[in-house]
């Protein structure tokens, strides 16, 4: 099977959104009235059927866009303003039992970070099947059952393995579970939290592989978040570079990887291991990005990028259409300079030949 | 592994235990200075009923026989006579079992439910100053030697307040009064409630800091687990994944329990003297200062296997309540 | 020293974990007469490392690469087999000669986090090595390197602890322990992988840089082939405690041999939305090293499989390089290789 099977579809956008971004801050408060503010202005859209993906290093505030939009949070940390909107409907200020009710495993559901320590470790997997049947549906206990067993073939487990303890399973097989479990009440949309870093090259690959086929036979919308930028190329349609709880840039991943229009996108794809071009020099990011005690008035990658001048420092950036591109946009006000300013960085080593391209 | 064959497994080593510490009492007896006849024979006794006793304990016999014969007897429950009451031993260390049980076993558990729900507000509840009071006080309870705990509680409620007796099970009259009746009888008087409410205090009292604070660390810990955050996204409600946590949480804690209920039984000779309780703690004392070594012996067997049985139980527990202990890891076929 | 002697060899090396853990298992199979389970972390591993040359070592999680890292560094005592530093055998080394191999042969671990004694400062940190082998030195040379491994000005980092420095930095400062010592080997357990993207990209540059500069050779340890490609001479593939293959690096991504290896560069994601990856065709995962089946450990999850795989491959060079081997009876004249087999 093509690894790129669901490419085409943004030729063909369903426009509806599914989820909705807006002006966002997240901040969390930490003792002695400090806070630290996570996550800022962060505005994008998801469209339905869509796989979106969320790209940044650690601690530049993707995973806690994860857990606000299932009201995850800590309870230190909150949606200081903006709005985030499900199928239209605001739901930033939903309550616990609201979003017990109305949002989580139904409409959307999540595959968390680590699996091997998501899974409640003194339960069988059949009895966390039952559990998220009482507190959603009015299945039985069997009839519960029944839709695990169905669900671990859709993954590729074992039925006969579905009374088991999650520690008499490998890392693999607990992700694969976890999916099931994400399946369990046919949600719109899914959130996939870094779903194969764990995982072994061989395993994230099968892993990738059934988490794609989701798209077509569950006509689901996907948030992947991820540091790795080659599984968000390969893997989703759209897809947006965040750094230092600001967005970067966000647009289709294709745009994206032509035309990359903010430096901190240019950088991190040149920054990336590819195996097909092994002599390629990788660009190294310098510094760190800022800590934010306050919410930033200023470019968070103004410190790290080469091309940055004093108006970087005079206000935090406004999103620019990349070539009237509406769908395509970047927080930078040298965007448009980019091409010349970045020439050197822009020039894709595709121009060398890949040295895979020998492998029948 | 199945979670039958782990019982099986565990029972299995406890037996042995057991058996291994009977015998290490039968081999330490014999190695103390001097020879056993003669640890047993103190009173000014002479030759010939030195002989006898001799003869009618075996203790001519070599040792294997000895030992064979040693084993047999405790195997049917027969730990030879006091020498210091000539009463079979057995008869004299029951009811001072029961006595000790009866205090111990109620107080630690006490001790461990309220101490677990105290740890768990400390530690849903950080860094305010209830947290701060609580440990104080349950650190403060247990720097205190138990003994001497023990002398305060009665200064205060016995002496000044006047609303508990000082000391023993029962006073005078009513043991006297009721003395041809079951020993399980005391447990329906009030009066025996009051004498025990004391010791029971401060047993809790003393105890108390370990759970409440392992119970905190432990809460504090698993709430931090990502399984937790999953459960709660998945769209449990907080009642349920409060029960969640404490179950998770309380893992340690179990462990703890039946180790605080063997070790308890050191504090226990202290208590049981200060209170003035008639419970084996006393007795191996009053048997110490006797020279009665069958009694002596045999109550440190009680003491080894209370603690054997003990860790016997958390064993159990823990296969209960955590399947990763009992049941193996059997996948890759 | 000759240069005709590899620095590091490895001959048939294995190393055995028995399973059973207590005393009571052991007395158990004593008296059944059960011979007791053994992991085969490592299974007959050979492996020469010139002086200059980096060599990868890859394989997913549980293939025994740490393992054979740990016997490297003699950490563990193998099983069987040699290790030759020089073409010395380390098993005959004294106190001495111990004390010696340790100082020419230095480790950079994975974890940075938790590699750095906090206690330690920057300074006290890179000099300690010296200080454990007894060299004189001068803090002229402890800035010095910590300026070639780029943290510059060194006097603003002699006087920190951990806790004040990043991951990258961290791992510079591990870097230049390992490296104080002049040492003829480096080995590195996968130094990279709890970096960011950015971050990585430096220690890679780094590691290339220095392995030049300083004429080390180095031994670099992962489960990510598309970072192993960058600063390594040569691969080793490892599966499940045996090398299956190795290869000069551009020989291996061009062409792979071995179906593991064929499958293991196919699973790599690539980095670009236009390029359309085959999915590798392999399915199941590595089984668990203690029962493992006879004959070819891949079998069961090869595309290729055959009945000959029943029988244990040895590792063949290519007839037409001699720079390279791999273990699979695809590669074979069997009619030729039978004697071989047999044993």
């Known amino acids: 099977m093509k690894v790129r099977a669901g490419m085409m579809r943004w030729w063909c956008k369903m426009s509806d959104p599914i989820l909705e971004f807006n002006n966002v801050d997240i901040e969390y408060q930490t003792r002695g009235d400090n806070a630290v503010h996570a996550v800022n202005d962060a505005t994008f859209t998801i469209d339905e059927h869509d796989y979106f993906g969320l790209v940044g290093e650690s601690g530049c505030g993707k995973s806690t866009i994860a857990d606000a939009i299932v009201g995850g949070l800590d309870d230190n940390g909150e949606i200081s303003s903006g709005t985030i909107r499900y199928k239209g409907t605001e739901i930033q200020n939903y309550s616990e039992s609201q979003f017990n009710k109305e949002i989580r495993w139904k409409e959307i559901s999540v595959i968390p970070q680590s699996s091997m320590n998501s899974l409640d470790p003194v339960m069988k997997l059949s009895q966390q099947a039952v559990e998220i049947a009482k507190y959603h549906t009015d299945l039985s206990k069997a009839e519960a059952i029944d839709r695990l067993r169905e669900l671990f073939d859709v993954v590729g487990l074992s039925e006969s393995r579905i009374h088991d303890y999650p520690h008499q399973f490998s890392g693999g097989m607990q992700q694969r579970a976890i999916i099931a479990f994400s399946l369990f009440l046919q949600p719109s949309l899914i959130i996939a939290d870094e779903p194969t870093t764990a995982l072994d090259v061989i395993m994230q690959d099968q892993i990738l592989d059934h988490i794609n086929s989701l798209k077509e036979e569950w006509e689901i919308s996907m948030l992947m978040i991820t540091h790795d930028i080659s599984v968000v190329f390969e893997n989703c349609d759209t897809m947006a570079v965040m750094h230092g709880g600001q967005i970067a840039e966000a647009g289709n991943v294709v745009d994206l990887f032509d ?91 595709a121009e060398g030949r890949s040295i895979l391209e020998d492998i029948q | 592994m199945s979670r039958l064959r782990y019982f099986a497994h565990r029972t299995a080593i406890t037996v042995a235990l057991i058996f291994l510490v009977a015998s290490s009492l039968f081999v330490f007896f014999r190695l103390m200075p001097g020879d056993y006849s003669s640890l047993l024979v103190q009173q000014g006794m002479n030759a010939d009923q030195i002989a006898r006793l001799e003869a009618k304990w075996g203790l001519n016999a070599p040792l294997h026989e000895q030992y064979v014969r040693y084993i047999t007897n405790l195997l049917t429950a027969d730990a030879g006579q006091s020498f210091r009451h000539n009463a079979p031993v057995w008869d004299l260390v029951r009811p001072r079992i029961i006595n000790s049980a009866i205090l111990v076993f109620p107080a630690i558990t006490a001790t461990y439910i309220i101490g677990s729900l105290v740890g768990t507000v400390i530690g849903r509840y950080r860094g305010g100053l209830f947290e701060k009071s609580s440990i104080i006080t349950v650190s403060v309870f247990h720097s205190i030697p138990d003994f001497f705990l023990g002398i305060l509680l009665i200064a205060a409620f016995s002496q000044t307040i006047n609303i508990f007796p000082t000391s023993g099970m029962l006073s005078t009259e009513t043991a006297v009064m009721i003395g041809g009746e079951p020993f399980w009888h005391r447990f329906f008087l009030k009066e025996f409630w009051m004498h025990y409410a004391l010791p029971f205090a401060t047993i809790t009292l003393y105890f108390m800091q370990y759970p409440a604070l392992i119970m905190r660390n432990s809460v504090v810990e698993v709430s931090n687990q990502e399984f937790l955050h999953y459960h709660r996204l998945k769209g449990l409600p907080r009642p349920a994944l409060l029960r969640k946590l404490m179950r998770h949480a309380s893992l340690p804690v179990v462990t703890l329990y039946p180790i605080s209920l063997a070790s308890s039984i050191s504090g226990l000779v202290l208590i049981e003297i200060v209170f003035n309780w008639p419970g084996i703690g006393r007795l191996l004392v009053d048997s110490v200062l006797a020279r009665d070594f069958p009694v002596i012996q045999f109550v440190f067997l009680v003491a080894a296997v209370w603690v054997i049985l003990g860790n016997f139980l958390v064993d159990l527990l823990y296969g209960v309540i955590d399947p990763r202990v009992s049941v193996g890891n059997d996948n890759n076929e | 020293m000759s240069s005709d002697v590899p620095v590091l060899e490895l001959r048939g090396l294995e190393k055995y974990f028995n399973t059973s853990s207590g005393l009571l298992d052991t007395v158990k199979n004593r008296i059944t007469r059960k011979s007791p389970t053994f992991v085969q972390a490592v299974d007959g591993v050979n492996m020469q490392l010139w002086e200059n040359q980096v060599q990868g070592v890859i394989g997913e999680s549980g293939c025994g690469k740490t393992t054979l890292l740990r016997t490297l560094i003699g950490l563990y005592k193998p099983t069987n087999g040699q290790l030759l530093f020089h073409g010395d055998p380390v098993s005959e080394f004294t106190k001495e000669e111990w004390k010696e191999f340790r100082r020419h042969v230095q480790i950079v671990f994975q974890d940075p986090f938790n590699s750095l004694d906090p206690k330690f400062s920057v300074r006290r940190t890179v000099a300690e090595p010296l200080e454990i082998h007894g060299i004189a030195y001068d803090i002229g040379q402890i800035k010095e390197m910590l300026e070639s491994v780029g943290l510059t000005p060194a006097e603003k980092y002699l006087g920190r602890f951990p806790n004040q420095l990043s991951g990258g930095e961290k791992q510079r400062v591990a870097i230049a322990r390992g490296l104080i010592t002049k040492p003829d080997v480096i080995l590195a357990d996968e130094p990279a992988s709890m970096l960011d993207v950015s971050t990585q990209a430096e220690i890679l540059n780094l590691l290339n840089k220095l392995t030049d500069e300083f004429g080390v050779s180095m031994v670099y340890i992962s489960h990510d082939l598309s970072t192993v490609s960058y600063i390594c001479d040569k691969i080793n593939v490892m599966y499940l405690g045996r090398v299956v293959e190795e290869a000069p690096t551009k020989q291996l991504l061009t062409e792979p041999k071995h179906p593991y290896t064929q499958a293991l560069i196919q699973s790599i994601p690539i980095p670009d939305p236009h390029y359309e990856r085959e999915r590798a065709a392999v399915g199941g995962e590595p089984g668990d090293p203690i029962n493992m089946p006879a004959g070819c450990r891949f079998k069961n999850r090869c595309p290729e499989r055959m009945d000959v795989c029943d029988q244990t491959p040895m590792d063949v060079a290519l007839s037409d390089d001699t720079n390279r081997t791999v273990a699979c009876h695809l590669y074979y004249d069997h009619s030729t290789e039978k004697t071989e087999q047999a044993q």
């Open chain 1, 259 to 349: 035309r990359p229009r903010h430096p901190y996108a240019i950088l991190l794809q040149n920054a990336f291991p590819d195996v097909r071009y092994p002599d390629r020099e990788l660009a190294v990011i310098e510094g760190h990005p800022p800590q934010l005690r306050e919410k930033p008035d200023f470019c968070t990658f103004a410190d790290r990028c080469p091309w940055s001048i004093a108006e970087c420092y005079e206000g935090a950036p406004d999103p620019q259409s990349v070539e009237g591109d509406e769908d395509h946009q970047a927080w930078c006000i040298r965007a448009n300079e980019m091409d010349e300013l970045a020439a050197d960085h822009l020039t894709k080593p």
